[in-house]
């Protein structure tokens, strides 16, 4: 087995990211939840990768799982002013391996903390999705609010501080 790639998707990863992201939502829809990524367009995933910093993870050239990261500055920022996760998905195929938190651990730690050096990321799941907030809950997200998002369903918004607050000498 090799090791695992990151990078930046490009616009040539658009059409695999489509089809990945629709295998990988497949749950969701059937759970009558309206993610926006779970009925994504060939158009949707292309403006995904211009707008924002979608990632990839691959082994052997194989896209294995996607993150995006929505920045506070970008064109759909996310509700704290700090990095927002969306758009995360792995490969249904892959089965159980711990991809996807491989991904994410990646994302917070590599890319916010390390790189973009942001005190907390943020993200927003469901409250009707049966598990998803328990999981993000144990890796150390606190919900903060909820809002009807007009499709269907409310969001909670949950943040994870990644840097300890500074407290300055007196």
Wanted: charged letters at 25%; glycine letters at 8%; one cysteine or more.
């Amino acid at each position: 087995m090799s090791e695992y790639t990151f990078r930046l998707a490009t616009q040539e990863d658009a059409p695999a990211l489509l089809d990945l992201t629709l295998r990988a939502y497949k749950p969701i829809r059937d759970l009558g939840i309206h993610f926006l990524a779970a009925n994504a367009d060939l158009a949707l995933v292309q403006a995904n990768i211009r707008d924002n910093m979608c990632f990839v993870m691959e082994e052997d050239g194989k896209i294995l799982s996607t993150l995006t990261l929505r920045m506070p500055w970008g064109p759909r920022p996310g509700p704290f002013g700090v990095p927002h996760i969306w758009w995360f998905a792995t490969d249904p195929g892959i089965g159980r391996k711990g991809i996807g938190s491989i991904m994410l651990t990646w994302c917070e730690e590599k890319m916010v903390r390390d790189t973009l050096k942001s005190p907390a990321v943020s993200l927003g799941t469901a409250k009707e999705h049966p598990w998803l907030g328990r999981m993000y809950e144990r890796r150390g997200y606190v919900p903060i609010k909820s809002q009807d998002s007009g499709r269907g369903h409310v969001t909670v918004f949950y943040k994870k501080n990644l840097l300890p607050i500074a407290v300055s000498e007196i």
